[in-house]
């Protein structure tokens, strides 16, 4: 399957923090109600392949210089690819939250 290496590598929890709400999104608590964030790979099918190392299917913004993309191709199954969008909905069915616009 043809696509790009999503590499990073941060020593600091705070630039983590943001290149994962960059990628992923988030759901952000309240008191009344629960949002979700739309990230980078809302839409796209991404594959964790190690510690700092996704393997998605199209191409991305590199993230304010955070991120280095490769272009490649790698032999994966389609059932291990899912978008951000789809981990958070089950993230929201398993601990039952109820998230506006998700």
Same mark, same amino acid.
């Given at each position: 399957?043809?696509?790009?290496?999503?590499? %990073?590598? $941060?020593?600091?929890?705070?630039?983590?923090?943001?290149?994962?709400? #960059?990628?992923? &999104?988030? *759901?952000?608590?309240?008191?009344?109600?629960?949002?979700?964030?739309?990230?980078?790979l809302e839409?796209?099918?991404?594959?964790?392949?190690?510690?700092?190392?996704? %393997?998605? $299917?199209?191409?991305?913004?590199?993230?304010?210089?955070?991120?280095? #993309?490769l272009k &490649?191709? *790698?032999?994966?199954?389609?059932?291990?690819?899912?978008?951000?969008?789809?981990?958070?909905?089950?993230?929201?069915?398993?601990?039952?939250?109820?998230?506006?616009?998700?």
């Amino acid at each position: 399957m043809e696509g790009f290496l999503v590499l %990073f590598n $941060s020593n600091s929890r705070k630039e983590l923090t943001k290149i994962n709400h #960059l990628l992923f &999104g988030r *759901i952000v608590y309240t008191a009344k109600e629960n949002y979700y964030y739309c990230g980078e790979l809302e839409n796209i099918p991404y594959c964790r392949l190690t510690n700092g190392c996704y %393997f998605i $299917s199209r191409e991305i913004p590199n993230g304010e210089g955070l991120l280095t #993309l490769l272009k &490649g191709n *790698i032999e994966l199954n389609n059932n291990v690819l899912l978008t951000a969008k789809e981990y958070w909905k089950a993230y929201s069915e398993r601990n039952k939250l109820s998230v506006k616009n998700l």
